[in-house]
């Protein structure tokens, strides 16, 4: 059946109100009578509270309340773990610690919050926070991974025996034999290190407790307001019924709104409940790198097994995650690395071992790409290393691994993030390699351009990289969609939104079932109000799992329009066709019916209806699928390095993307290009600097870079579409995959820029000044 | 503010029986100045504190919360206004320093049924995902374009260098530029379209 509206770049319902300023963020609320807090972070990473006095600040003219730990007295908790303990299969060990709300004996980040100031104004608070007295013992603090695993370390948490946070063991055949059989064993250590998700909007929380109505209403710039509204009721006594929790327009997430809860989080709905009054908080930038959650620190120690021909025999990687100063994101992220190490490869021998590391930093939960990308970043550069080694084309050596088309289902034999088994459903790898090696103009760059250039003194160099992301994990999502008396659609899901389109891809998929304009479908996200059933926005999951709930539904309320309109125009329902509104009879479209008069005619104001029949044109349904759907694919890139000062430029940029069905063409590559964006973030100007007492040097957006305009280049796409068939859209998830492969990009384009000096990269990000240090090492040993 | 109210927050009585001061009393607002500046060509007249930022002038006093704050040091450029008709980081300024001046906000430009030339290409474009950079990208862009009516790719590119945008790896923003000023001179200056810079070779299906 051809499509009307699924696949079609139609443009987005919610931009008016976004570009003309009336679009409603968390910090737009404004409440008579509401009062603004502010927080006194530690300085230190690592230090015991001794004590602290905040009777000046409670003196100080405006100032409503403060809090410390003792302040809270049995509500003091530490936040519940955000996802399950790992299964307890053989060799896991998992020592969940989680944040705290205040600190209470002992400082384990530097940023995390000791007290909280509630006055009359955001400056006043301010003011206060400094009028605190605070005695803090410095201790001495742990930032490298591995000196916190060794013996004399200082310990994160003292009632553990070390600062192991986890240790978790996946094998796949027999590594070890194949080892020994191998013409080529790769072995590398390959660094990776931090970055921040750093969206335009920093966190906030406005909460507002009516005692009069018994009502706690929370507008929080969370990813995820069903669980946030969950967990608020629990921890206040409240029933979930009692609990509102909204997450209006987002300024983007990334990731790190979906930690929860942030000590924050659970503060402001619990003083407004104290005070009974509205209560804000918005996080300032500075805030923003130190108290929101960061990403991607890892040491892997890999081997790469492989025959003369290029073929991978198995993998080994034993490696350090840094969680930070808590774990409350489980093993989500080594997880996802360990099943993404192997790539888009046919690797049947595999060894991965997780250690989990607390230390002195703020916490680390995922960000865009949430582990992957470190997991492809190992993959591309050992089958480049190999590809040199062995001397065989890296195109080639790609094409020699893929898994072939007729594996699919391919299973792998271990657990994914989800702790269940990493199946990839579905994939044709090689024509999308293909597409992009033609799009870049591949053989005729190497064949006549570089040379040309290279000739002229130019440092030129291309690259190509697959990748796959697992995505549109479970456990499942809902919708539920009213056809309203004046024929537009109403549709309400869970999951939050952060600038993805889901007002308008989501309505897609409802107007291609009910033949209705998509301007004319009105989509709530984020309000549990409206509705409370479902998880949040992450692990690409939006087009998969709550996109087929939005279909499930559609197809759902299909039916019901169907059956009423046959018994009121005498037709059966295989000859009644929807299209601009109407039902209508397909070779008479004088006998016709509104969907506006049907809905009115489902909820009559009198007479009788037949026992057993539901009101109204209405249904809820929900997905949840057996398992993810994994994507595929192939970026490309030609760039050249300026010799003089290490700056890079992109001259050209593909991606050739197989995300199953795509929805709207324009909204995908939307994704795509910011993924990308924030792919050359991570690849060579964003890295957290932390010093070795665990400060970290470059909080702000002055020194911590994130690309612009001028970085970013023009990106070329191109989509192929293998459909899921784990879902009835076949759709994959998209939102995560433009970010995964660039560090691995990066790394084959500025050694194959750079010839003369025979690098081998491995470590991310990098960075002008980086890249200068390694040329000098290799032209000391030179 | 009350002076039992240490004593209340330890013994947990019920929020009703403590008198709140009133709503942004006198009593914090400890020295005030009187400025009057133009805000979307509507003149107030208002105390404020010498500290209070524009930024937050314009979003919480005067309720225009189109304005959006990232980052409060002036690099993210999401709180850009046109000051006298310059793009200024509201952020940046007092509130103070504005008396007498003249402000245009993102709400002074167009309302969703109306919107200017430049918002309609931003939607047609895809030049939007999250939105909260986008009012000051408008802003920034408004000046350049009267300046430079026919810019190409790098001028834009660099009109646009000191604005962050975290979703959209700013090409659907560099398309949505091109297309407004193709529209911009064939309403202004009653141009035909085929004078007009062609579009990136894979703008729009």
Known sequence: ?782 | MPEDLDDWITSNNTPTSIHYPPFNSEMSMSHTIEIALTVNKIHYERRVEPRMLLSDFLRHELGLTGTHVGCEHGVCGACTILFDGQPVRSCLMFAVQADGHEILSIEGLGTPDNLHPLQQSFIEAHGVQCGFCTSGIILTLIPFLEGNPHPDEQEIRHAISGNICRCTGYQHIVDAVMLAAEKISVTQNGRILSEAKDLPPNYGS
Request: aromatic residues 8%; hydrophobic residues 40%; charged residues 25%.
């Open chain 1, 1 to 782: 059946m051809t499509k009307k509206y699924i696949g079609k770049r139609i443009l987005r319902n919610e931009d008016p109100r976004l570009l003309t300023g009336q679009a409603l963020f968390v910090d737009d609320i404004n409440i008579p009578g509401m009062y603004h807090a502010a927080f006194l972070r530690s300085d230190y990473a690592h230090a015991r509270l001794k004590s602290i006095d905040v009777s000046a600040a409670r003196k100080r003219p405006g100032v409503i309340a403060v809090y410390t730990a003792e302040d809270m007295g049995d509500d003091w908790k530490p936040g519940p773990p955000l996802v399950s303990p790992p299964p307890t299969v053989k060799d896991v060990i998992f020592f969940s610690r989680t944040q705290v709300p205040l600190v209470k004996d002992k400082v384990r980040h530097a940023g995390e919050p000791i007290a909280v100031v509630i006055a009359e104004s955001r400056y006043i608070a301010e003011d206060a926070v400094e009028d605190i007295v605070v005695d803090l013992e410095p201790l001495k603090a742990v930032a490298d991974l591995e000196k916190a695993l060794r013996a004399d370390s200082v310990l994160v948490h003292d009632d553990l025996e070390s600062n192991l946070a986890a240790h978790m063991v996946q094998v796949k055949g027999d590594y070890r034999r194949v080892r020994d059989e191998a013409d080529l064993v790769i072995k590398r250590r390959i660094v990776i290190d931090r970055g921040a998700a750093a969206a335009m909007e920093n966190r906030g929380i406005v909460a507002n407790w009516d005692a009069k109505s018994q009502q706690l209403t929370v507008w929080d710039t969370t990813q995820a307001p069903i669980p946030i509204r969950n967990g608020l009721a629990s921890r206040l006594g409240l029933s979930a019924h009692q609990v509102r929790v909204i997450a209006p327009f987002l300024g983007g997430g990334f990731g790190p709104k979906m930690m929860m809860f942030y000590p924050e989080e659970m503060l402001i709905p619990w003083i407004a409940v104290k005070l009974a009054r509205p209560i804000k908080w918005i996080e300032d930038r500075r805030e923003n790198f130190y108290a929101t959650t960061q990403e991607r620190e890892q040491i892997h120690e890999v081997e790469m097994a492989l025959t003369r021909d290029g073929r991978i025999l198995g993998m080994s990687d034993i490696f350090l995650h840094d969680t930070g100063a808590y774990d409350p994101y489980g093993l989500t992220i080594p997880l996802n690395t360990q099943n993404h190490t192997m790539g888009p490869y046919d690797v049947a021998n595999y060894y991965s071992e997780i250690k989990v590391v607390f230390t002195n930093k703020i916490i680390t939960t995922p960000i865009r790409g949430a582990g992957r990308p470190q997991g492809i970043y190992i993959a591309e550069r050992l089958l480049d290393i190999a590809a040199k080694e062995l001397g065989i084309d890296p195109i080639e050596i790609r094409k020699r691994n893929y898994i072939p088309p007729d594996a699919f289902p391919y299973e792998h034999g271990i657990i994914d993030q989800a702790f269940s088994p990493l199946i990839l459903d579905s994939g044709n790898y090689q024509p999308v390699l293909e597409k992009a090696a033609t799009l870049i103009g591949y053989d005729e760059f190497i064949r006549e351009e570089q040379p040309r250039l290279r000739a002229a003194g130019r440092h030129v160099g291309i690259s190509i990289v697959s990748f796959i992301e697992t995505t549109g994990v479970g456990p499942y999502e809902g919708a539920r969609i009213t056809v309203e008396a004046d024929g537009k659609i109403s549709v309400a899901t869970g999951v939050g939104t952060q600038g993805q389109g889901h007002f308008t891809s989501f309505a897609q998929v409802v107007a291609e079932q009910l033949g209705v304009d998509v301007r004319d479908v009105h989509l709530v996200t984020g309000d549990t109000a409206e509705f409370h059933w479902g998880t949040g926005t992450f692990a690409s999951r939006g087009a998969v799992v709550a996109g087929n709930a939005i279909h499930a539904s559609a197809v759902a309320v299909r039916g019901k329009i169907l059956k009423l309109a046959s018994e009121i125009l005498k037709a059966p329902e295989d000859e009644l066709e929807l299209e601009g509104g109407q039902v209508r009879v397909a070779d008479i479209p004088q006998m016709s019916i509104s969907l506006g008069e049907l809905a009115s005619r489902a909820n009559p104001l009198r007479g009788a209806v037949e026992p057993g029949t539901e009101p109204g044109l209405e249904a809820t349904a929900y997905f949840g699928p057996k398992y993810g759907a994994t994507a595929f694919g192939t970026h490309a890139m030609i760039l050249e390095v300026d010799p003089e000062t290490m700056m890079v430029e992109i001259k050209r940029y593909v991606v050739v993307e197989d995300c199953g069905t795509v929805i709207n063409p324009l909204i995908l590559e939307g994704q795509i290009h910011g993924g990308v964006a924030m792919g050359i973030g991570n690849a060579y100007y964003e890295k957290l600097v932390y010093d070795e007492n665990a400060q970290l040097l470059n909080a702000s957006l002055m020194d911590y870079i994130i690309p612009t305009a001028t970085e970013v280049p023009r990106i070329v796409v191109g989509h192929q579409e293998t459909p899921s068939p784990l879902n009835p859209l076949g759709t994959k998830g998209a939102g995560e995959a433009g970010t995964i492969p660039v560090p691995a990009l990066f790394a084959q384009a500025l050694e194959n820029a750079l010839p003369e000096y025979n690098l081998e990269i491995l470590e991310t990000p990098l960075s002008p000044n980086r890249l200068f240090e390694l040329l000098k090492e290799k032209e000391i040993s030179r």
